[in-house]
C-alpha cells in the first residue's frame, strides 16, 4: 500500500541576517541552493515565503547553510522573529525518486524489522549531526535506537511496502544492556 505523502522540512531559520528581512537558514537539501528550486515554501501555521535572493554559507562550517530573503519579510524585525521558524514544501513538489533512492523524509514512520523479519520498531527520525546520517528508531516500549546509516546497518529499504531491515551491530545491542544494568538499583555481583 503506497504512503500518504506530505510536507518535507527544507529548512529551519537560524536568525535574522542584516537589516532588510534576511535570514540565515540551515537547509536540509543537497545543496543551499536548491532551497529556491521547488517554489514558495510554507511554515507549519500556513504562512507562505516566496525566496527573493540565496547566498549560500561559505566556509566548511557553513555548507549547510544561506542568507535568504523573502518577497514577503523586509525589516529586521519580522525576520528575527522568523527565528526557529520550520520551513517545508508539499512532498509532492519534489522530483520523484530514482531506483535505489529516497528521500529521508520517506523514511519516516516505516517499520523497522531485522533480517529474521522480527519487529523492531517505527523510523522515528534521520539526524545529522556532522559526521553522516544517523537513524533513530523508536520501539514499542518507546525506547530508541541509534544507528550510523550505512548500507551494513539498513541493507535493504522498501519505501513502496513500508519497511527497512536493518542490522543492529553487537556494539549497540551490549551497551543497550550496559545501560540497563546501570539503571537498577540492586546490587551487582
Given at each position: 500500500?503506497?504512503r500518504?505523502?506530505?510536507?518535507?522540512?527544507?529548512?529551519?531559520?537560524?536568525g535574522?541576517?542584516?537589516l532588510?528581512?534576511?535570514?540565515?537558514?540551515k537547509?536540509f537539501t543537497?545543496?543551499?541552493?536548491?532551497?529556491?528550486a521547488y517554489?514558495?515554501?510554507?511554515a507549519?501555521?500556513?504562512?507562505?515565503?516566496?525566496?527573493?535572493?540565496?547566498r549560500?554559507?561559505?566556509?566548511?562550517?557553513?555548507?549547510?547553510?544561506?542568507v535568504?530573503?523573502?518577497?514577503?519579510i523586509?525589516?529586521?524585525?519580522?525576520?528575527?522573529a522568523?527565528?526557529g521558524?520550520?520551513?517545508f514544501i508539499?512532498?509532492?513538489?519534489?522530483?520523484?525518486a530514482?531506483?535505489?533512492?529516497f528521500?529521508?523524509?520517506?523514511?519516516?514512520?516505516?517499520d523497522?524489522?531485522?533480517?529474521?523479519?522480527?519487529?523492531?520498531?517505527?523510523?522515528?527520525?534521520?539526524?545529522?549531526y556532522?559526521?553522516?546520517?544517523?537513524?533513530v528508531?523508536?520501539?514499542?516500549t518507546?525506547?530508541e535506537?541509534?544507528?550510523?546509516?550505512?548500507?551494513?546497518?539498513?541493507p535493504?529499504?522498501?519505501?513502496?511496502?513500508?519497511?527497512?531491515v536493518?542490522v543492529?551491530p553487537?556494539?549497540?545491542?551490549?551497551?543497550?544492556?550496559?545501560?540497563s544494568e546501570?539503571?537498577t538499583?540492586e546490587?551487582?555481583?
Open positions: 500500500m503506497p500518504p505523502l506530505g510536507d518535507v522540512l527544507l529548512a529551519v531559520v537560524l535574522a541576517h542584516g532588510k528581512g534576511e535570514v540565515r537558514v537547509t543537497a545543496t543551499p541552493e536548491q532551497l529556491s517554489g514558495p515554501l510554507h507549519r501555521d500556513g504562512r507562505a515565503f516566496t525566496v527573493t535572493l540565496l549560500p554559507g561559505v566556509g566548511a562550517a557553513k555548507v549547510n547553510e544561506a535568504v530573503g523573502f518577497a514577503e523586509s525589516d529586521r524585525d519580522a525576520a528575527e522568523l527565528k521558524t520550520e520551513l508539499a512532498r509532492t513538489a519534489l522530483p520523484a530514482e531506483e535505489d533512492e528521500y529521508h523524509a520517506d523514511l519516516i514512520g516505516l523497522a524489522d531485522d533480517a529474521e523479519g522480527r519487529r523492531l520498531g517505527k523510523v522515528l527520525s534521520v539526524q545529522n556532522g559526521a553522516g546520517d544517523v537513524l528508531l523508536v520501539t514499542e518507546g525506547d535506537i541509534w544507528l550510523a546509516f550505512t548500507r551494513q546497518n539498513v535493504e529499504i522498501d519505501v513502496k511496502n513500508g519497511r527497512i536493518v543492529v553487537d556494539e549497540v545491542e551490549a551497551g543497550d544492556e550496559a545501560d546501570e539503571e538499583d546490587p551487582q555481583s
